[in-house]
């Protein structure tokens, strides 16, 4: 046993027989070593399109507390991190469907299942599913898998069918490769398990299936494995993100590989703790099936293939709040009395790092030997202390920016942060006072390079991550402003802001229930009433326009008019903390250059007109372009809007002044930018107006 990381025991080994060797070529001789061929490390691969689904719940809405989950929502947060990271599935984010907690009923559920991927997923992709959370058998002897609205008196109308799952992999959902991943069954006072261990193994064999435990074992969780998981997710994460890659060490986790992973150190750690786990696997799929692919890793593959027994490090910490990084990727947080526990790590050299703002960051090279569970004291001892003068500088510039009406007033603080890093380099919040300077100005490339400095001096600096998050999108990185506002969002949960930004991110990706689940966590934290959430009830507005839900549109963008409030306090805060702004300075979104409270009243008016036209109400959709283009004229996509609206209404009654409406806004759009994502529709649809309106006055003559 492990107890607190202390007493230190060896791990088992597989079989020899278990590596990967190369035959011999005649003449050859056989070395002890094993050494992969440069024409087998250096030959292309083609990496599939995947997608995948990830559902976790731990609290459900109709289950007794001891039936719910501890960390079943952590655990599926952690597979969407490893699917979507460069060094796992390496799977491009807008594939990835999350449903967690109160997210996963049976509808969305059911819609994941039976429209979205079917209808998304060709022949040639691969698809990954992931289930955390309970697996139950209903009285009429079914299996089910328990969405967060499950009610155990009418299984059949809230739960999913695990045949119906089975039916949909094998049937309806084209993809080739298919890889089932279930952890559930965990232990409580739920429904027996062997019939539902059972039901999972009897899954068809065109598929890989991986489930959690055995038919007559339990699946557990331990709240002292890396803060608190389960024990099949947390191996399933760390194999994906290349623990499992040893067979040979080649930059990609195959089937095989993460299988044989699973299987030894889930049982290895559930033994050492009294506790009987085995993942099991079923299907017929190819051992050498790629599940992630990490590029860095394949250009530096090692010339010897590791030893098959893994090692461990448990993490002790003397401050709260402390960040541990290994090998530069953030596995946790720590704190006096809760170590961090990190089993399963390959043998050799790793870094730990260990960061808190305001402090020194601690960082101690280990070497992790097999078949040994290391402890490793991370001491924070020393308290950043910046100098008084860099101090008094930065304060100087802040109160400059914060004051500011000009460019050159802007200027003035930048110099006054600059000189601050100069008196002292470890200044993070001059460093990230002068990237909104930079920004402010337009030197978008010099601000991306400051809040970067910033987060290198203080790696757990969220608002750092929040601003640098903003410089991604305004350039047009979407996918990199995901991921920076996530790693924001994490290290500051509670900042509404941050959440609201994430929901114009994923607009941008065109990630609508991702976008409405931001900005719903937005108006949360902000409260529904007041001017903060103006911006994210105009984001979920458009989340919830562009899935057609127009009637839970129009209320959003309501209230976000009535919301908003437009006085510089109110403006300074939003630009400060998210986009670079001071009055008499514009910045740029887009759909233009023009102040960000203009954009979202017309945002919110455009929406509001985009709305009424799905409803088919073209006279009110009529008044509120008017109103949105009053606000602001320098918007395209909203002239073009006001143009869609006069067609409908002419197609409807052939005035004229429609015609000539349709027109005038068609022409305004395409002058205000020739190149809009749908111009050529646009110009062809002014060229037949036009031909309309010379027949009309031909026909007057």
């Given at each position: 046993m492990?107890?607190?990381g ?13 590596l ?29 399109r ?6 976790g719940?731990?609290?459900y ?14 655990d599926?947060?952690?597979i969407?991190?490893?699917?979507i ?6 799977l ?9 907690g109160?997210?996963a ?11 979205w991927?079917p ?5 040639a992709?691969?698809l ?5 959370g309970?697996g ?6 079914r ?10 008196k009418?299984f059949?109308q809230?739960a999913?069918?695990?045949e119906?799952?089975?039916?949909q992999?094998?049937?309806k ?9 279930l952890?559930?069954c965990h ?7 062997l019939?539902?261990?059972k ?22 969780e ?13 191996f ?6 290349g623990?499992?890659d040893?067979?040979?060490n080649?930059?990609?986790?195959v ?20 506790r ?18 990490n ?14 027994a893994f ?17 530069g ?6 704190a006096?009395?809760?170590e ?20 020194d960051?601690?960082e ?17 001892k020393?308290?950043?202390?910046i100098k ?5 500088l930065?304060q100087?510039?802040?109160?400059a ?27 993070s919040?001059?460093a ?26 203080d790696?757990d ?7 640098l998050?903003?410089?991604k999108?305004e ?8 991921r920076?506002?996530l790693?924001?969002a994490?290290?500051d ?13 994923y ?6 229930r ?14 529904p ?22 009637e ?13 409030s437009f006085?510089s306090?109110?403006l ?19 759909s233009g ?7 979202q ?8 007109c985009?709305a009424?036209?799905g409803?088919?109400?073209h006279t ?20 073009a ?8 209404l002419f197609m409807?009654d ?5 015609l000539e ?6 022409e305004?759009a ?13 110009k ?6 036009q031909?309309?309106r010379?027949?009309m006055?031909q026909?007057?003559?």
């Amino acid at each position: 046993m492990i107890e607190g990381g202390r007493i230190v025991k060896s791990f088992l080994s597989l079989p020899a027989a278990l590596l990967l060797v190369t035959p011999l070529l005649p003449g050859q001789v056989a070395s002890r070593d094993i050494v992969l061929e440069d024409r087998y490390v250096k030959q292309p691969v083609a990496l599939p399109r995947a997608y995948a689904l990830v559902v976790g719940v731990s609290d459900y809405k109709n289950l007794p507390p001891k039936q719910d989950l501890r960390f079943a929502e952590r655990d599926a947060e952690a597979i969407y991190n490893v699917l979507i990271s460069p060094e796992g599935g390496n799977l491009d984010f807008q594939n990835v469907r999350k449903l967690l907690g109160a997210d996963a009923t049976l509808a969305n559920l059911r819609e994941a299942l039976e429209t979205w991927l079917p209808q998304t997923l060709t022949e040639a992709d691969q698809l990954y599913i992931f289930f955390v959370g309970h697996g139950m058998s209903g009285p009429d002897g079914r299996v089910y898998l328990s969405p967060y609205d499950i009610d155990v008196k009418s299984f059949a109308q809230s739960a999913y069918p695990l045949e119906q799952l089975a039916t949909q992999l094998t049937q309806k959902i084209k993809a080739r490769r298919k890889v089932l991943l279930l952890d559930a069954c965990h232990s409580g006072d739920v429904s027996p398990v062997l019939p539902v261990q059972k039901a999972m193994a009897a899954l068809p064999q065109d598929l890989l299936v991986l489930t959690s435990s055995r038919s007559t074992e339990l699946s557990f969780e331990d709240a002292n494995l890396a803060g608190g998981r389960g024990l099949f997710s947390y191996f399933l994460e760390r194999g994906w993100r290349g623990e499992a890659d040893v067979a040979p060490n080649d930059g990609f986790v195959v089937a095989g590989e993460l299988i044989q992973y699973l299987q030894r150190e889930v049982s290895r750690y559930a033994t050492e703790r009294g506790r009987e786990q085995n993942p099991a696997e079923r299907g017929r799929y190819e051992n050498k099936l790629i599940l992630g692919f990490n590029p860095e890793r394949r250009t530096q593959v090692a010339a010897r293939t590791p030893e098959l027994a893994f090692g461990g490090l448990v993490v002790q910490v003397n401050r709260t709040e402390t960040r541990i990084f290994l090998d530069g990727k953030d596995v946790g947080e720590a704190a006096p009395g809760k170590e961090l526990q990190l089993p399963g790590i390959s043998p050799g050299a790793h870094t730990v790092r260990a960061v808190r703002k305001g402090y020194d960051p601690v960082e101690i090279p280990v070497n992790v030997v097999p078949g040994i569970i290391r402890l490793i004291e991370v001491p924070m001892k020393y308290s950043r202390r910046i100098k008084a003068s860099s101090e008094g500088l930065q304060q100087q510039g802040t109160e400059a920016w914060r004051k500011g009406r000009n460019a050159a007033d802007f200027r003035r603080a930048g110099q006054l942060f600059e000189k601050a890093l100069a008196e002292d380099d470890r200044n993070s919040e001059a460093a990230l006072g002068l990237c909104r300077v930079q920004q402010a100005l337009g030197e978008d490339e010099a601000a991306r390079k400051s809040c970067e400095r910033a987060i290198r001096i203080d790696a757990d600096f969220a608002d750092a991550h929040h601003h640098l998050a903003i410089l991604k999108l305004e350039s047009g990185d979407a996918n990199g402003a995901v991921r920076s506002l996530l790693d924001a969002a994490r290290l500051d949960p509670k900042n509404a802001l941050i959440q609201s930004n994430l929901a114009m991110a994923y607009l941008d990706v065109d990630k609508y229930r991702e976008a409405e689940q931001a900005a719903t966590k937005a108006i949360e934290l902000a409260g529904p009433g007041s001017s903060a959430a103006g911006q994210a009830l105009n984001h979920r507005g458009e989340a919830r326009r562009f899935q057609g839900r127009f009637e839970e549109a129009i209320p959003d963008y309501q209230q976000s008019l009535k919301n908003q409030s437009f006085d510089s306090g109110f403006l300074r805060h939003v630009y400060y903390w998210g986009f670079s702004f001071a009055p008499g300075l514009t910045t740029k979104h887009r759909s233009g250059v023009r102040p960000l409270y203009r954009e979202q009243k017309a945002t919110a008016l455009a929406g509001l007109c985009a709305a009424e036209m799905g409803r088919k109400r073209h006279t009110a959709a009529l008044d509120y372009c008017k109103q949105a283009i009053a606000v602001d004229r320098q918007d395209e996509n909203t002239q073009a809007l006001y143009a869609e609206v006069f067609k409908h209404l002419f197609m409807v009654d052939n005035r004229i002044d429609y015609l000539e409406g349709a027109i005038e806004a068609s022409e305004r759009a395409l002058a205000l930018n020739p190149d809009m994502d749908n111009a050529a529709k646009l110009k062809a649809s002014l060229e037949e107006m036009q031909g309309i309106r010379r027949e009309m006055r031909q026909s007057k003559r």
